[in-house]
């Protein structure tokens, strides 16, 4: 047994790795995409950038963090306009 794998043998990680392109499979499924090896998903992430797929974030609203500086950044206009 390799050091990093401790006691898990290989049919856990065919079993995981089977999990996660099934996972990745159904949600590449409900936007359309086409993928030639199902392999593909065993790897990264899957996201995309475009317009309909960042509306998500609009719509769950900002993270704490980000509506801290806006606030911050609107009591300036204020502060500078009056």
């Known amino acids: 047994m390799k050091p990093y794998q401790k006691n898990r043998n290989q049919a856990y990680f065919r079993h995981h790795?089977?999990?996660?392109?099934h996972r990745k499979k159904r949600?590449?499924?409900h936007w359309g995409w086409v993928v030639k090896f199902d392999g593909t998903f065993?790897?990264?992430k899957i996201h995309c950038s475009c317009w309909m797929c960042s509306q998500k974030t609009k719509r769950l609203g900002y993270p704490k963090s980000e509506q801290a500086r806006i606030a911050s950044c609107q009591e300036q206009l204020q502060d500078y306009r009056f």
């Open 17 to 21: 790795r089977k999990r996660v392109i």
């Open 42 to 44: 065993s790897k990264g």
């Open 27 to 29: 949600l590449s499924a």
